[in-house]
């Protein structure tokens, strides 16, 4: 026991030298439905450098949300190993693995999830709140979040009062505003017609140039092309791993 923790260590101290985020080794996430079992991820290994835009693709029920759920530490692997900046998610207590998903990832649904009674400085503040952030600062680093998605004038807005191109860019302030290392985005542009669904993706071009480390998730090829790499999963497994040229 105390040689494995070691040499999850050492291995955690290689992947951190070597700017890797997101790290898999033969990760499985098995249901069992009666008889029937089901292996929505199987046997994956993926490794996800500081600073890539990626994006997962595979058609419904390939297992990208399945995942997404444990690349973001929503979930925990049947089988295999995650190791996200170089810690070992398996051997995380419950305090660390709510602090990684409040402050190492920004999450952004199809489904934007906003608090609809909320400001859009109110639901932007929210992780802050949640870390314990004193209130002068949530408010200036609030702000800065909805500057970086041109919102600053919606900020006393309501989710109602906001187009749904506008509605994303609160989610994105929101899932940026805690600086995280990773942003997780399922579907994003799912819920919003081609012309706004294409204004998220150039906002997303611009947080990756600035240094986000970006991972999409994705049925459609249109949206994909917007990564820099494409990992295209089938039946849980990875099918295709290549690298998009711009
Ligand atoms: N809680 C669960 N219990 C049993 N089976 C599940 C569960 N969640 C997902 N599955 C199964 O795992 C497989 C992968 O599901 P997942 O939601 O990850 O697919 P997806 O690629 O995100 O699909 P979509 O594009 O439709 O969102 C599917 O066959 C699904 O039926
Ligand atoms: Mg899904």
Not at 154 to 167: A, D, I, T
Not at 209 to 220: A, F, S
Request: glycine residues 8%; aromatic residues 4%.
């Amino acid at each position: 026991m105390a040689q494995a923790l070691e040499l999850a260590e050492e291995r955690g101290a290689q992947l951190k030298q070597q700017n890797i985020v997101i790290r898999t080794y033969d990760l499985w996430k098995t249901y069992e439905m009666g008889d029937q079992i089901i292996n929505a991820v199987s046997g994956v290994d993926i490794e996800i450098h500081r600073g890539e835009y990626v994006a997962i693709m595979g058609p419904s029920g390939s297992g990208k949300s399945t995942l997404m759920n444990l690349i973001g530490c929503l979930d925990t692997p049947t089988r295999g190993e995650y190791y996200i900046n170089g810690r070992l998610v398996s051997e995380m207590t419950d305090d660390e693995l709510a602090r990684i998903r409040n402050k190492e990832i920004g999450f952004v649904f199809q489904t934007f999830n906003l608090l609809p009674r909320a400001t859009s400085l109110h639901n932007v503040e929210l992780p802050l709140i949640y870390s314990g952030t004193p209130a002068a600062e949530r408010i200036a680093r609030a702000k800065r979040a909805l500057q970086q998605v041109d919102l600053e004038k919606r900020m006393n807005h309501k989710p109602n009062e906001l187009s749904g191109g506008q509605r994303q860019r609160v989610a994105i302030a929101r899932a940026l505003v805690n600086d995280p290392s990773i942003l997780l985005a399922d579907e994003p542009t799912g819920n919003l017609d081609t012309a706004t669904g294409n204004e998220i993706m150039a906002l997303f071009e611009r947080l990756y140039r600035q240094g986000n480390t970006i991972i999409l998730v994705t049925h459609e090829a249109d949206i994909a092309r917007h990564a820099h790499r494409i990992i295209h999963v089938r039946d849980g497994k990875i099918e295709m791993d290549e690298r998009v040229e711009h």
